[in-house]
């Protein structure tokens, strides 16, 4: 709750997207949305404009707002609201944590004390949700051609990250190996990587170099006939 990750919602998002990685139509549970070209061309303006919205640098670098806020504990107690009551006693402490920090210790506290340090780590957390599977080389799948394994190795990014990042963020560059077995503990995640060859040769590579987080904004749609996400520009000229 601290982390507006709300225990119910996580719970359920984290199980259905390690089921369905990658596969095409349910992969908006738990993840970002990713429709074909096809089904790109066929949505009004308005859908067009919010699945191009929330795959944005704009609502990922705000994900404070617009992932967990809105996301993760607004919509979650809208869609269900006996399922997921946490998410609004998730917002209501929230609140009152901001609240409380304006009252008690001034707006200079609110500012740089709450809101700036929550919107710098959702902002990183929401890029990294959204580089784990929209990444060059990715790869989905319609429910005949999917697999577990296949979409844990051809599907979930290995993000390479200094010592120090990965001690900040718990080993999440290994993403991969999360699919493969959700059970291995966060910090054992590096001795299985370098334990076993076929995770460091096929793991299909991200990081935080402007270059790379650029080319995985650039991704828009998964077209079947080539294999491949493409960018808006392709999408235009199809």
């Not at 709450?114 to 989905?140: C, E, I, K, M, W």
């Not at 999917?146 to 001690?167: C, E, G, T």
């Not at 904004?217 to 960018?231: G, S």
Request: with cysteine; proline share 5%.
């Amino acid at each position: 709750m601290w982390m507006l990750s709300p225990p119910s919602i996580w719970k359920r998002s984290h199980d259905h997207h390690h089921k369905h990685n990658s596969k095409l139509y349910t992969t908006s549970v738990g993840s970002f949305p990713v429709v074909t070209v096809e089904k790109y061309k066929s949505l009004s303006r308005g859908e067009r404009f919010a699945y191009n919205f929330i795959r944005s640098p704009f609502a990922i670098g705000f994900g404070y707002v617009f992932v967990f806020i809105i996301g993760m504990c607004l919509n979650s107690f809208i869609s269900n609201k006996g399922k997921h009551w946490d998410s609004l006693i998730t917002l209501v402490f929230h609140s009152a944590l901001g609240w409380a920090t304006w009252y008690f210790l001034g707006w200079e506290n609110l500012v740089f004390a709450f809101f700036l340090p929550y919107l710098v780590t959702f902002a990183l957390g929401s890029y990294l949700f959204y580089a784990q599977h929209n990444f060059p080389g990715t790869v989905f799948a319609d429910k005949n051609g999917w697999s577990y394994v296949k979409a844990a190795l051809d599907s979930s990014s290995y993000m390479k990250m200094n010592p120090v990042l990965q001690w900040f963020t718990g080993n999440i560059g290994f993403h991969h190996i999360h699919h493969l077995n959700a059970h291995i503990p966060f910090y054992r995640l590096p001795e299985a990587y370098k334990a076993i060859p076929e995770l460091r040769e096929k793991a299909k590579r991200t990081s935080l170099w402007p270059w790379d987080v650029a080319a995985c904004f650039r991704l828009k749609a998964w077209d079947p006939a080539l294999q491949r996400m493409v960018t808006r520009r392709e999408l235009l000229r199809m």
